[in-house]
């Protein structure tokens, strides 16, 4: 029902099979700046679409999921099934901005957000919500690719590291910026969040960034 709405909408017929892309020189997702060509990629199968529409089991609105898919076929011409790294998100790795680091208990892969490197490339001005986003999709989508295993392991955890970093330091205009444009792509993949090294002071990270997020992902 939602391929067929997309169809009829958006005429982006799923049941035709493309090659990757076509993707921006810079690998950036503008929504609503790129022409979705019709056709799905060669890794879009319907368990992405599922994972999309599961998360959005509190309401049921076909039109809604049908742009909310319009806009992940947007980004995935971008991004899948690498996105492009520009020298700051390759800055931004090298400071150990986002990494991955081992598993869990249950095997679930850990992704690491390390603030005191956030702040020092706020300092050295390295950072930018694009090169944020496009170091966080890389990550993702290498978690997505080689350490999931459908049906046993198909979820990843963050920690969140908030130590040595100054509330007065958090970048909201960033993590808004990034929210809007990573929201939406990885669906379904998020098993836990937890936030470490937290003092009470910065307790109020928690709800500023809790701001930004949609009412299914805030009752994760």
């Known amino acids: ?3 067929d709405k997309l169809l009829a909408d958006k005429g982006i017929d799923l049941r035709k099979k493309k090659t990757f892309g076509p993707r921006t020189a810079s690998g950036a997702v503008a929504y609503g700046a790129t022409e979705v060509v019709d056709g799905s990629d060669p890794w879009l199968q319907d368990h992405n679409i ?18 909310e898919l319009y806009r992940h076929m947007e980004w995935r011409q971008c991004n899948i099934p690498l996105p492009i790294l520009n020298s700051q998100t390759i800055k931004l790795m090298k400071r150990g901005a986002l990494y991955i680091h081992g598993r869990a208990k249950d ?43 459908p049906g046993q392991v198909d979820k990843f955890m963050i920690i969140i590291d908030t130590s040595k970093f100054g509330v007065y330091q958090l970048p909201v205009s960033t993590f808004r910026e990034a929210n809007s444009l990573l929201s ?6 998020g098993q ?29």
């Open 107 to 149: 095997l679930s892969p850990i992704i690491v957000l390390s603030m005191p490197a956030i702040a020092e490339a706020l300092k050295a001005k390295e950072i930018t919500t694009m090169a944020f986003c496009q170091l966080h999709d890389f990550v993702t989508n290498y978690i997505i690719q080689n350490m999931l295993i």
């Open 50 to 67: 599922l994972r999309i529409i599961a998360a959005r089991k509190s309401n049921w609105d076909v039109e809604k999921f049908a742009n």
């Open 184 to 189: 939406g792509n990885f669906h379904g993949y």
């Open 192 to 220: 836990k969040d937890f936030m470490v090294n937290l003092t009470w002071m910065q307790s109020g990270i928690i709800g500023i960034l809790r701001s930004f997020l949609s009412a299914e992902n805030q009752a994760l």
């Open 1 to 3: 029902m939602v391929k």
